[in-house]
């Protein structure tokens, strides 16, 4: 799978990357062992956990367990914020972070973190409004039925699904290293590394990308604008155009 560097820094992320937060809740040990081996068979090395997946860090502990002896291939991220509170300390200071740190190192066995994010979380359904201070908080309309319509139509008369549409558009986007996605099976990982091994082929992004914002834009009178994704399994040779598979007129 392809690695992408991690901003500016010198870290390289697989264009996919595995969530952890169905460890321990959802899955036990053993699943969870099945789910992060067929991750590093399909060449995921980024992997995102926090303290508060599977309740009282069970999933940082999975994982750790998972990962005994091969800690080093593999970025690890976690999190911390979300939970409870731990004394006076408010959950962004340096001395509630050390503390969160400190902990999170112990239930990974490890003696560092790749990644240490502040947790917020934020989930989007149909029907429901987003969560107040989210980013899309600021922007109702790309959350409308008619939105969530376009979305399910475009992916349906390519054959694709919405998991392709989603993991492939996200990393096809400039500026985004890996996709997290989280699986329950390994035939769930494997689905994820494919769809992003299509979005993460840069030399031809802007199809997807295109396409992805032509569903946002309506035209006059409220029809949306639907250019084709790019055919599977094509590599674009031009920008402008593919006599190879028809893009963008191809309806693949």
Not at 98 to 104: D, K, M, Q, T
Not at 204 to 225: D, E, K, V, Y
């Amino acid at each position: 799978m392809r690695q992408n560097r991690l901003g500016r820094s010198d870290l390289r992320v697989s264009a996919v990357g595995l969530g952890c937060n169905n460890f321990g809740r959802r899955l036990d040990l053993a699943g969870t062992r099945a789910v992060i081996e067929a991750a590093l068979d399909a060449g995921i090395t980024f992997l995102d956990t926090a303290d508060i997946y599977g309740g009282d860090g069970a999933s940082e502990r999975m994982v750790g367990d998972a990962l005994a002896g091969r800690r080093d291939r593999v970025v690890l991220a976690t999190k911390f914020g979300a939970g409870a509170r731990d004394g006076d300390d408010p959950r962004g200071s340096a001395a509630y972070a050390r503390r969160a740190l400190e902990r999170s190192l112990a239930r990974l066995g490890t003696d560092r973190v790749d990644l240490l994010f502040y947790h917020q979380r934020a989930k989007f359904r149909r029907g429901e409004p987003p969560l107040a201070g989210t980013r899309m908080a600021d922007r109702p309309d790309l959350l409308t039925d008619a939105t969530f319509d376009r979305v399910e139509a475009f992916a349906a008369e390519r054959r694709r699904t919405l998991l392709e549409l989603a993991v492939a558009g996200l990393a096809s986007q400039p500026g985004v290293a890996s996709v997290i996605a989280g699986a329950m099976t390994p035939e769930q990982v494997a689905a994820n590394a494919a769809a992003g091994e299509g979005g993460a082929r840069r030399r031809r992004p802007r199809g997807a990308r295109t396409a992805l914002a032509a569903m946002r834009r309506p035209r006059r009178g409220g029809r949306a604008r639907r250019t084709p994704l790019p055919a599977r399994g094509c590599a674009h040779p031009s920008s402008r155009g593919c006599a190879r598979c028809g893009w963008p007129s191809s309806s693949a």
